[in-house]
């Protein structure tokens, strides 16, 4: 059974990869997975490697540089990464302007967690490293209103020429239900391998929800709201029939053009055996978000 995440990393899982992590992060991802477990949310995984630095960073999707797959890597440098601040608004105790720094200050080593996922039908096993979305929600405030949690990508147009050439209405736009925001494996990812996030993975801050489609895991965030409305997402928007609200991975539910029923994992090769799909990629765990909706009608 392939599940996507491990709470038990050694020295053994990075290995093989190029960039060289230190004991201390291990541990600490140990440590942040550790709470994991006692949420009943630890898997074991005995056969998934994760992805190379080099697949991780050249493979990749991000609009605002451009539509093919290698156009990120190309294009993303010209990100300008200075003086970042999230906008934080809507229904919240603590509206404001905050640096990635701000809204991390509170957390302790241990709550910054690490894991690994992978991503919709180009199946890929990252190891994150960030901390959970929820314990910046809690630290703002949200107020009792709030149903969902709005985001939003930077727009810097000199610098993005997928902007320039408008291949979408951007900012790129993403939204997710205050239940699936506060759950723990939805996490806002800064970095990868412990070394800090690359632009086109989605510098400085991004999210990562591993039981949805890759698009649901918005990058370069630059505003955080806290509404009572679904939000706009731009996938859903564009296009509702290929890309619902709720985005959960669903192998009984075929793509309108394509069946969903197995992937393939990048890295495997040409021929590599494709694996099953698994409901909600694997995370068992969410499944309870979902108690009592049709998630055929709610794809
Ligand atoms: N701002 C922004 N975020 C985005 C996208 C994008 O085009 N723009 N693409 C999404 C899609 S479709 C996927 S599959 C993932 C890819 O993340 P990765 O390149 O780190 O694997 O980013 C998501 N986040
Ligand atoms: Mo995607």
Request: proline fraction near 5%; aromatic fraction near 12%.
């Amino acid at each position: 059974m392939a599940h996507r995440w491990k709470n038990d990393l050694s020295a053994a899982d990075v290995t093989p990869q190029q960039m060289f992590l230190n004991r201390r992060q291990i541990m600490a991802g140990a440590l942040g997975l550790g709470a994991f477990g006692a949420a009943g949310a630890a898997k074991a995984q005995d056969d998934l490697q994760p992805n190379t630095w080099e697949e991780i960073t050249s493979y990749n999707n991000y609009y605002e540089f451009g539509t093919g797959k290698d156009d990120p890597a190309k294009n993303a440098h010209a990100l300008d990464l200075t003086d970042w601040v999230i906008e934080v608004d809507g229904l919240v105790d603590n509206p404001g302007t905050y640096t990635v720094a701000d809204l991390t200050s509170g957390l302790t080593e241990e709550e910054r967690i690490y894991r690994f996922r992978c991503v919709e039908a180009w199946a890929m096993v990252i190891p994150w490293n960030g901390f959970e979305l929820a314990d910046i929600l809690s630290a703002v405030g949200v107020q009792a209103g709030a149903t969902h949690v709005a985001f939003e990508t930077a727009v810097q147009p000199d610098n993005m020429p997928g902007v320039r050439r408008g291949v979408l209405d951007f900012p790129y736009r993403e939204g997710l239900r205050l239940d699936e925001a506060m759950h723990p494996l939805t996490m806002m990812a800064t970095g990868i391998y412990g070394e800090p996030m690359p632009k086109q993975n989605g510098a400085p801050i991004r999210l990562v929800v591993p039981w949805k489609y890759g698009f649901k895991s918005i990058k370069s965030i630059v505003r955080i709201t806290l509404t009572d409305k679904q939000p706009y997402a731009t996938w859903n928007a564009i296009n509702a029939r290929e890309y619902g609200f709720y985005s959960n991975v669903n192998p009984e539910v075929d793509h309108p053009r394509w069946s969903q029923a197995t992937e393939r994992l990048i890295g495997g090769g040409l021929f590599a055996a494709r694996q099953d799909t698994l409901m909600f990629n694997g995370y068992d765990e969410v499944a309870s978000l979902y108690d009592g909706m049709d998630l055929r009608a709610n794809y």
